[in-house]
Nanobody, 114 residues
Framework: VQLQASGGGLVQAGGSLRLSCAAR????????MKWYRQPPGKRRELVAS???????DYADAVKGRFTISRDNVRRNLYLDMNSLESEDTAVYYC?????????WGRGTLVTVSS
């Protein structure tokens, strides 16, 4: 299983970014996919999840600002981030639990300047 996240960068507070995660090596459409983030000096935390059928869940800190979505044909996971705040600065990781293991992408850095 390979996960490759992309789309991070430097953005001003109030701006938007779209993260993407390409998944290979698994039957993508049946697995719940997740985005995590790890702010500087803090623990990794769950941001959002989406089931194979498209049901979503969000951390309270991002509800109403972030949207998780997926393309089961292209095997891609997305995170649309709007109204970004300095507290959203973190390395963002895509994640899937499959074959009794946890798989992580390399991560992509999002920096929000105030």
């Amino acid at each position: 299983v390979q996960l490759q996240a992309s789309g991070g960068g430097l953005v001003q507070a109030g701006g938007s970014l779209r993260l993407s995660c390409a998944a290979r090596g698994l039957n993508f459409k049946i697995y719940t996919m997740k985005w995590y983030r790890q702010p500087p000096g803090k623990r990794r935390e769950l941001v959002a999840s989406i089931t194979g059928e498209g049901s979503t869940d969000y951390a309270d800190a991002v509800k109403g600002r972030f949207t998780i979505s997926r393309d089961n044909v292209r095997r891609n996971l997305y995170l649309d981030m709007n109204s970004l705040e300095s507290e959203d600065t973190a390395v963002y990781y895509c994640n899937v639990g499959a074959y009794s293991r946890n798989f992580w992408g390399r991560g992509t850095l999002v920096t929000v300047s105030s």
